[in-house]
């Protein structure tokens, strides 16, 4: 009796549409998110994050209406990020049926904006997304650092000592993307993955890249991920929820 | 008609809870009103309560006394079925050690205790704090509440801080991480669980369904 590692696929969304991009740019249409999140869920996805893409650079004042619609509809946890940027706005969406929120730009401009958040509304609903690509020349030792604005700008934070920080903030949980790997379909970047994995507490959602389903079972079992979010693999029908469920089972993998 | 009232102190997922009430009263074809409130003539009109709860202990206790949520809470549960949930169970014990040690409403003998930093799975690999995810509860009593229910079924947990009674009589389920902790209370009116059952899909969906037939009684 233990518990299972999660699968969590991610919805993007772009004005009330999925939509996802290979490294944040060329951008395909995928479909309607309540009907998406919905048939992930029946297939048996552990939980729905949700990431208004464009959040940093846009109003977004329908993603409420789209988590609502969402909520009422799927009964596991659904997180929401983007554009989270004020005490209000976590309310909000947690009113709204969001369970959790995650926090990206926000907190690299105000990092007390988590330790706030975390006080305010617990760290089991604060995850802080982190966007990182790795800077290292080849040769040297590898270091990542923060990007912000969906992998626009750099901010020179070295992120292992970013994800600690944020977990002696309050994080509840890092939702950690490679950007060097995001739409790529060539795997986790574990190296990365296992650096902050060991390095925090609290549980690690690898993310960005996941191709094959054997990336999903390395995140976990090299990477030491304790949730894969994948996109590309799951909205295109290269493979199901189940498939890949039952792949991770065979492998020795804890599953709902 | 049944009439549920959803305890609004502020802090809760309030929009899920609702929502996942209205859906299976609507699959059992009950006729269902679903309030959530915090004044307290919807409360004592509701015929069952449900006390839900996301965030941290001392926040949540300080609504909880400004709106005199407590003492509603000790007068209706004499009269009516209750369900609380993760911190709406913790804020039933009698203390926390959350935000630096929280007194809480004292319905149950005991307290909320932090899981320890250093917790290891049987293969010596670290557990991560929070418990967040899908885990099984072990029924350790039989229960209306868990009609329909398999025993070790999963339900979606997320949670640094757990419930320790002082007696097992009233633990009605358990889970393990790695230890046994209680993951679900029982007494007379009252059934509180750790975990979120409006977002642990069938299984969770099942329990609110016996909620809403639930009498309040043990068997």
């Known amino acids: 009796m233990s518990l299972a590692k999660r699968i969590i696929p991610c919805l993007d969304c772009d004005n009330g549409r999925v939509v996802k991009g290979v490294k944040f740019v060329d951008i395909r249409d995928a479909g309607d998110p309540v009907e998406i999140s919905k048939r992930y869920c029946d297939q048996g996805a552990d939980e729905i994050t949700f990431l208004d893409i464009t959040a940093s650079s846009q109003d977004r004042s329908t993603t409420i209406h789209t988590v609502e619609a969402i909520a009422s509809q799927v009964f596991i946890p659904l997180t929401v990020g983007g554009g989270i940027r004020k005490l209000q706005d976590i309310r909000n969406m947690l009113n709204a049926g969001a369970d959790k929120v995650g926090i990206n730009t926000s907190a690299v401009l105000n990092p007390e904006f988590v330790r706030e958040a975390a006080e305010r509304f617990g760290s089991q609903c604060i995850v802080v997304a982190i966007d990182a690509k790795c800077v ?56 990365l993955n296992l650096a902050i994995s060991s390095a925090v507490p609290v549980p690690v959602i690898a993310s960005g890249g996941v191709g094959t389903l054997q990336d999903l079972v390395d995140g976990i079992q090299i990477g030491k991920a304790d949730a894969v979010l994948a996109a590309s693999i799951f909205h295109f029908g290269q493979f199901t929820i189940p498939q890949a469920k039952q792949y991770m089972r065979e492998h020795g993998i804890e599953m709902r | ?83 609380a949930i993760c911190v709406g169970m913790q804020a039933l014990m009698q203390s926390s050690e959350e935000n630096g040690g929280v007194d809480c409403i004292g319905l149950f003998a005991g307290k909320v205790l932090r899981f320890a930093d250093d917790l290891v799975d049987a293969q010596g690999a670290a557990l991560k704090v929070p418990h967040m995810g899908w885990n099984q509860v072990r029924q350790t009593q039989a229960h209306p509440m868990w009609q329909g229910i398999g025993d070790n079924g999963r339900f979606y947990f997320v949670h640094s801080y757990y419930v320790a009674p002082h007696s097992t009589i009233e633990v009605a389920g358990e889970t393990d991480y790695p230890q046994p902790f209680c993951s679900a209370l029982a007494h007379k009116n009252i059934f509180a669980v750790q975990f979120h059952p409006e977002k642990s899909q069938e299984n969770g969906l099942q329990l609110l369904q016996n909620f809403l037939s639930w009498n309040g009684q043990a068997s």
């Open chain 2, 1 to 83: 008609m049944t009439h549920v009232a959803v305890i609004d102190y502020g802090m809760g997922n309030l929009h899920s809870v609702a929502k996942a009430l209205e859906f299976v009263g609507k699959r059992a074809g009950k006729s269902l009103k679903v309030s959530v409130t915090s004044d307290p003539l919807v409360l004592q009109e509701a015929d069952r309560l449900v006390f839900p709860g996301v965030g941290a202990m001392r926040d949540c206790m300080a609504e909880i006394r400004h709106l005199c949520i407590d003492e509603i809470l000790r007068e209706q549960v004499r009269k009516k079925p209750v369900l």
């Open chain 1, 136 to 191: 290292s020349k080849p040769g040297e030792p590898k270091r990542w650092e923060i990007f912000t604005h969906g992998g626009r700008n750099p901010t020179g934070l070295e992120a292992i000592a970013w994800a600690k920080k944020m977990v002696s903030y309050g994080a509840g949980e890092i939702l950690l993307t490679s950007m060097d790997r995001d739409g790529t379909k060539s795997g986790f970047d574990l190296e």
